[in-house]
Every structure is written in C-alpha cells, then in structure tokens.
C-alpha cells in the first residue's frame, strides 16, 4: 500500500463514506486488474493508493500481500521490496510528480516484475463525474470557483493520465517497458437491488463538485433552497434511469508494464 498526497487524502472521507457503493460501481474494474495482472501464488504485491483495501484484498488472495506505507514520489519504497507485482485502482493519478512516483515505483519491483492499473480517461467519456453535481455547480455564482471546473488536465486529479501519449512518455521516462494502454469501458452500476438514486445522491454531495457546491452554496442560500437544489439532482437522477437503476458509463485505460531492470 502506498500513500498518496493530499489531492487524493483531502477527498478521502467521501470515499470511505461511500464505499460500498464505490466497490460495487468498480467491480467490472476490480476484475479486469486481477485479470489482467496475473497474479499467481507466492508472488509479492504493492496496491498504490489502495484506499478502502478493495483490489489488496482481492489480489491478496491469490498472492502474498506486502502492506507498506510510503510517499511515492520521496521515499525508497524497499521495506518488503522487490515487489513481483504492482497494481493500483485509481490510485495513481494524483501525484505532484509523476515521473518521480512512478520510477520509485519501478525500483521497488522485481527484475521483469509487472505493473497493472486502471486510470480514467478523459472527463467528456466519463459523465459519472459531473451527472447530478453539474445542477449543483452551476448554481455556484463566483467566477473564481465556477473557472476551477475545468482545471489543468495535467494537474493531479483523476483524469491527469487521461491522454494515452501523455501517459506513456510519463512510464517510459521512469524506466518502465512493455507498455500496453488498452482502453476498457464499463458500467457504474448504483443499483445493487434498488433504483441508486439515494446512493448516487450520497456520492455526489460526499465527494468532488458536489461536495464542493454544498459547503460553498449551503450557507448561501439557506437550508430551504438547499433543499430544493438537492430535489432538483435526485429528480434529475429519476428522469435518468436505465433499466430502472442509475448507470453510467465508464471509459477507463487499462495499464500494464514491465520492469526490465532496476537502476
């Protein structure tokens, strides 16, 4: 397990409010890492950014799990080092310097060791990040809080590795080879037995713009218009249905890569 920086932690209380629901909508996620990593008995793994253990608990159920907790991008990552395999969930799109983060990597994985994760593509392939929160952000009136909606696309965030040619000068400048970025679409799926309308909602005001709206807008405009703002997103969410159930759309890459030597 690697820690992250604070662009990931400040977000953090969100997800674990949320994390069964984050667990369910990543499943098909979950499953094309282990996939796709080739995990095999008495192998060692590094999850980076694990978050609420998910993938680690997964993927260590096929391997021997090393749990660490070290800063990527400045610490020498050798206390259970080398790792066999590398694997992360979403977990590597947020660091200050990626280029550092991912050679530190690299030198805590074993000679032909393997690194496998999932990253999200670009913002417009993915309206799970702004459906139902966009009702919210545009109400929010300041120019200098409304201009941060479209930051940086190479500022970390989650669609930092966004552009595939972006993303693989970052992995070959850190010594990694192999590299294979394969795009990979999947279904969030909110139901889990109901429609996902609440449990959308939750996801929205815990995390992200949402979040960001709320705490902004909530003492502005009074807990009656509150209210009725947040009426106005589980409305929206109704009127969206699939299949009786909140789905969206998911455009991810899905990366592999090899560590042909340790310098």
């Known amino acids: ?54 993938l680690l608990a997964a993927a260590a159920s096929r391997p021997q799990a090393a749990i660490e907790v070290a800063d990527a991008e400045a610490a020498e990552l050798a206390t259970s ?48 990040f702004t459906n139902g929160s966009s009702i919210l952000t545009s109400r929010m009136a300041d120019a200098a809080d409304t201009s941060a909606l479209t930051p940086d696309p190479t ?51 815990a995390t992200g713009w949402g979040a960001r709206a709320e705490r902004l807008l909530r003492p502005e405009v009074g807990e009656s218009r509150w209210a009725g703002l947040v009426a106005q997103v589980r409305s929206h969410l109704h009127d969206q249905l699939v299949d009786g159930r909140v789905q969206l759309p998911g455009a991810t890459w899905l990366v592999t890569a090899a560590n042909s030597a340790i310098s």
């Open 81 to 128: 080092a080398p790792y066999d395999r590398v694997v992360s969930r979403f977990g590597v799109m947020f660091f200050d310097d990626p280029t550092a983060a991912f050679t530190n990597i690299r030198r805590a994985t074993a000679p032909n060791g393997r690194l496998t994760f999932a990253c999200w593509r670009s913002l417009a392939e993915n309206p799970s």
């Open 1 to 54: 397990m690697i820690r992250q920086p604070s662009a990931w932690v400040n977000g953090g209380a969100g997800w674990v409010a949320n994390e069964a629901t984050y667990d369910r909508a990543f499943a098909p996620v979950t499953d094309a890492i282990l996939q796709l990593a080739d995990l095999r008995v008495g192998q060692s793994l590094l999850d980076v950014g694990c978050g609420s253990g998910t």
């Open 155 to 205: 500022a970390p965030g989650p669609m930092a590795l966004a552009d595939a040619d972006r993303l693989l000068g970052l992995l070959t400048d850190a010594g990694w080879r192999d590299i294979m970025i394969i795009p990979f679409d999947f279904t969030l799926d909110y139901g889990a037995g109901r429609d996902g309308v609440e449990a959308r909602l939750a996801v929205i005001l």
